[in-house]
């Protein structure tokens, strides 16, 4: 079965740091376009990051210059470095891998709190 497990979650005071991890596993990452999302409490759930298995990234316009993401597909992981974070930045962040049509696969999430 294919699974995602996040990690690296934690709080932080504003202007921090964090690096979080995807780990994939039951297949291959280089498959996946694999994204990362995440949902404050009384907001949807919006897309963050996301890379291409060819090395495309897109970001949301609220994190450009903050944050990045990245890919090493001979660990079956993806990663989320988050620099100079906002309490706006406090949410639960889902990992997502996607092949088109038939996979879409989530991660259970890891909570990332931005406060002093």
């Known amino acids: 079965q294919v699974q995602l497990v996040e990690s690296g979650g934690g709080l932080v005071q504003p202007g921090g740091s964090l690096r979080l991890s995807c780990a994939l596993s039951?297949?291959?990452?280089?498959?996946?376009?694999m994204g990362w999302y995440r949902q404050a409490p009384g907001k949807q759930r919006e897309l963050v990051a996301a890379?291409?298995?060819?090395?495309?990234?897109d970001y949301a316009d609220s994190v450009k210059g903050r944050f990045t993401i990245s890919r090493d597909n001979a660990k079956n992981t993806v990663y989320l470095q988050m620099n100079s974070l906002e309490p706006d930045d406090t949410a639960v962040y889902y990992c997502?891998?996607?092949?088109?049509?038939?996979?879409?696969?989530w991660g259970q999430g890891t909570q990332v709190t931005v406060s002093s």
């Open positions: 039951g297949s291959i990452l280089f498959v996946y376009t």
């Open positions: 997502n891998a996607r092949k088109e049509p038939y996979y879409n696969y």
């Open positions: 890379i291409t298995n060819g090395g495309t990234r």
